[in-house]
């Protein structure tokens, strides 16, 4: 079921940029576009009847916004994709967050980034994304940062560490990828729940659902994820509390 081929529909007011979008889905092999339109007015009556995977949404169109377009969609109970936003403008990122968004994808789209993000849904598609958005961002919602080429969405729950990089931060993620974002560990530790994540030293948070051991002689914890193990700096003075923390849960 997880490797079936995902459908896949896109709404697009401009028809460059739908063939475009179109080309790069069907050349990830893990994707097909059952269909698209670029007259946001028709889009729900055609999501409605060919009941696609997943919905590619732009954000900026005449006649109806693309957030318009998920508020009508919402409201057919039966129909449950995953939603992701397309979009030139970066300044959209936290409303379509706040709209439960799967994933945001900023214009020109990378095609590396939307092969992730089509695979992100596959791997997570018995959740759905509308009936179920509450357990896709949960208690771990979802964050936005700023990085190098625009920005990016951070979900807590694929997070194994963090790491400080001077006034910058690296996220690395259950599949491998790493995210590189212009902000503080500090202000990261901020934003993230304290009884999932813990912070080791100055260099380090780290996911407690993927540990697997606290090395005290080494002062490092070891944490297993995706057939790999990695390896994080633990202070001295946070070890013990680590432990208690460990032993109470």
Do not use: W
Not at 140 to 152: A, D, E, Q, T
Request: proline residues 3%; charged residues 25%.
């Amino acid at each position: 079921m997880d490797n079936a081929i995902l459908k896949t529909f896109i709404v697009e007011d401009e028809q460059k940029s739908l063939d475009l979008l179109t080309e790069l889905i069907i050349s990830t092999g893990n994707a097909t576009v059952t269909g698209s339109t670029t007259n946001p007015e028709e889009a729900v009556d055609m999501i409605s009847r060919l009941r696609p995977d997943v919905v590619f949404l732009d954000v900026k169109m005449p006649g109806k916004s693309g957030f318009e377009v998920l508020d009508d969609l919402a409201g057919a109970n039966s129909l449950n994709p995953f939603i992701i936003f397309t979009t030139a403008y970066d300044e959209f990122a936290v409303k379509a967050f706040e709209y439960a968004a799967f994933d945001y994808l900023l214009k020109p789209i990378d095609p590396e980034r939307l092969s992730m993000a089509i695979s992100r849904c596959s791997a997570n598609r018995h959740l759905g994304s509308l009936q179920n958005s509450g357990k896709l961002s949960g208690a771990l919602k979802k964050l936005i940062y700023r990085n190098i080429s625009g920005i990016v969405i951070i979900d807590p729950a694929e997070v194994v560490f963090v790491e400080a990089a001077g006034n910058y931060s690296c996220f690395k993620m259950n599949d491998g990828r790493q995210e590189t974002v212009t902000i503080s560990l500090g202000k990261i530790e901020e934003q993230l729940q304290p009884d999932i994540f813990f912070r080791t030293g100055r260099t380090y948070i780290i996911n407690l659902n993927y540990l697997k051991k606290v090395n005290s002689k080494k002062r490092e914890c070891i944490l297993h994820s995706n057939s790999h193990d990695f390896r994080c700096d633990i202070s001295y003075d946070k070890i013990r509390i680590l432990l208690d923390r460990l032993n109470n849960d």
